[in-house]
């Protein structure tokens, strides 16, 4: 259980997976004007997430020992069956959360936080519950900076910011500001 | 041509549907047929790429263990691989069972065939993420006889000390197992003291942990081996 | 297409002015996580330039065949076997490089700058131009990726190419090979690159007033 818990954290705050890999940095830099569209974001990549973990866990113990080099083709494959099969299950189920998740569901295929947790899991040979909690704990720490990054980017609206640090770079500089942050995570669990 | 590629990955992927509609309708075995085809002729080239290269990833692989072993178990002559296998140590598992899921720790000779040591692998998380290493362990005067970090993304100058100060590794060449860390300066001389590195001192603590847990699951294991084998 | 451009145009496109990661804001991911040392920059940009030429040409080339619907699938697969075909000859040949790089390698496969590059020209061009669009464009994001590797491995760890530069005095800003350093040097190119071009606007000012001009684009 202790380290179900760790990898939980690890992946959510202590290596965060976007301030410290610097995975789904697209939607990080995209979508997070809005507080509400930064938490929709994140539920739907949990999602996508817990249905890449379970798909990858069954590759790689089943199918993978026989054909290692087909590893990255079955995967980002897989991902991209698991966004669409998501994608036509929400649409039969919840219209309304299909519409609210919108144009984010198709662009998670290219978020490369899935494929890293995929291939991750795969090479730390983690088992099914491991590899769910790694998913969650993922899914956890992108939609914790998605929706930081957010909370700030609402205020930067009211504030003078000298023209050159218009646009992105501001966004990158709170990024690595925020990253500097997080790194005070990083001895949580072991002391 | 703008440059927002961006944007056509993604507007490709949603306008796809009504681009088929304006479209003839192309009939779904052509579209079996290219995947087919594209995925068969992938599969060949990776087939083929895969044996070209294994020898070279496996010799590497190999290589690595070789020189871990070599350092931790300082020079051994020669070493057999043992596999942990239902509480106890066996050469040779049975056939039924993938040798490659199984613990491992690796039995050093002397040059006059006498044991030296197991040398045995662990990981735990450290201050960043999960340290890996290996250690060499003398059962008959439960010493630990050297230690060598495989894998650590401790913070760059200070964590990765545990690799690069060559005075906390030589810390591990003979103290008694099982190790206690003390802060350098406050050694009492104790025969199981091992100097922490200031200002990493939970990397060092880590190092120290994953021997001695290692230690106490596997002791009773070699200890039995050992005794059967003599 | 929108305009026709000349071959010249396709090749220098992408090396500056529509510069994949500092313009396009494409492959941020590999140019962030692994530009902590040259090297490890150089040999990221030399496997993405690999991937991103065999799939462009092998893409046009067969442009004919791939029906419209399973385009986007058949490009995944092109770009997924030749990102298997690097990781692996990677391993074998430099297998340390191999190890710090890690999982970035196989994530070549989403990197937008390659998909893009299939979808918006490799699809609708001949051969010829989508390797001249090809290479510009990888030229363009080794670029990027030395650049980050550079400022990143000088200011943190103090050397280039893992010759020394400074004397045994230097502190290393070891902040600038963690991960909040990725952030903020391209943060500070970003800077940069917006201060250069209001420069250039402000100087070419025909009565405007001036305007923040935002070098980059989020995709």
Request: glycine share 10%; charged share 15%.
């Amino acid at each position: 259980m202790g380290n179900l818990f760790w990898i939980f954290i690890s992946a959510m705050v202590v290596n965060n997976f976007t301030l410290a890999y610097f995975l789904g940095l697209c939607p990080f830099m995209g979508v997070s004007g809005r507080i509400y569209t930064a938490l929709r974001m994140g539920a739907a990549n949990v999602f996508v997430l817990t249905v890449a973990s379970i798909c990858a866990w069954f590759l790689n113990t089943f199918i993978l020992p026989y054909a290692p080099y087909l590893k990255l083709i079955s995967f980002i494959l897989v991902i991209a069956s698991a966004v669409q099969i998501t994608e036509m299950t929400i649409k039969k189920l919840s219209p309304a959360l299909f519409r609210a998740l919108g144009i984010y569901l198709p662009l998670i295929t290219t978020n490369c936080a899935i494929l890293f947790m995929a291939w991750s899991q795969a090479n730390r040979g983690y088992s099914f519950a491991e590899g769910l909690f790694f998913a969650w704990g993922a899914g956890a720490g992108l939609t914790v900076a998605l929706v930081l990054m957010a909370s700030i980017r609402e205020d930067l609206e009211y504030v003078e910011i000298p023209a050159i640090a218009r646009g992105n770079a501001i966004v990158f500089i709170i990024a690595g500001i925020l990253s500097l942050a997080f790194m005070g995570f990083a001895g949580l669990l072991s002391s | 041509m703008s440059g927002n590629g961006g944007s056509d990955v993604t507007s490709g992927q949603r306008v796809l549907p009504q681009a088929s509609s304006q479209r003839p309708e192309v009939p779904s075995w052509r579209l079996l047929v290219t995947l087919g085809s594209a995925g068969a002729l992938a599969g060949l080239l990776l087939v083929f790429v895969y044996y070209l290269t294994q020898p070279a990833i496996q010799a590497y692989k190999a290589r690595m263990l070789r020189e871990a072993v070599q350092e931790v178990l300082k020079g051994p002559q020669r070493w057999d691989t043992l596999y942990v296998y239902e509480g106890a140590l066996t050469p040779q598992p049975p056939a039924d069972v993938d040798a490659a899921s199984l613990e491992m720790v690796f039995l050093g000779y002397g040059a006059d065939g006498e044991r030296l040591g197991f040398a045995i692998s662990g990981a735990e998380p450290g201050f960043q993420d999960l340290i890996e290493l290996i250690f060499g362990y003398d059962p008959q005067a439960g010493t630990v006889i050297g230690m060598k970090v495989l894998a650590n993304k401790e913070t760059p100058g200070l964590g990765d000390k545990i690799v690069k100060d060559s005075a906390f590794v030589a810390e591990f060449d003979g103290p008694q197992a099982p190790l206690a860390g003390v802060k350098s300066g406050r050694a009492t001389g104790a025969a199981n003291e091992v100097d922490m590195i200031t200002g990493a001192t939970i990397s060092s603590r880590t190092v120290i942990r994953i021997i001695n847990n290692r230690l106490e699951r596997l002791r009773p294991i070699l200890e039995a081996y050992l005794e059967e084998a003599s | 297409m929108p305009r026709k451009t000349t071959a010249a145009q396709d090749f220098r496109r992408g090396i500056w002015r529509e510069n994949p990661v500092f313009i396009q804001m494409l492959g941020l991911c590999p140019a962030l996580a692994v530009s902590n040392t040259v090297l490890n920059s150089l040999a990221m940009g030399l496997a993405t330039f690999f991937v991103l030429f065999c799939s462009s040409v092998l893409v046009a080339t067969f442009k004919k065949l791939i029906p419209a619907e399973v385009r986007i699938s058949t490009y995944i697969l092109i770009i997924a076997t030749f990102v298997t075909v690097a990781d692996m000859t990677l391993e074998a040949v430099v297998p340390e490089i191999h190890k710090a790089l890690g999982a970035f390698i196989a994530l070549i496969v989403v990197n937008c700058i390659i998909l893009g590059r299939q979808e918006a020209f490799a699809s609708k061009n001949t051969v010829p131009r989508a390797m001249i669009d090809a290479v510009g464009t990888g030229i363009g994001f080794i670029i990027a990726m030395l650049m980050m590797g550079t400022i990143r491995e000088i200011l943190g760890y103090g050397t280039f190419l893992g010759f020394p530069l400074f004397g045994g005095n230097y502190e290393p800003w070891i902040i600038f090979i963690l991960p909040p350093g990725g952030f903020f040097t391209i943060g500070f190119i970003l800077l940069g690159l917006n201060w250069w071009e209001r420069r250039k606007l402000e100087r070419a000012r025909s009565g405007e007033p001036p305007v923040g001009v935002a070098v980059g684009r989020a995709a």
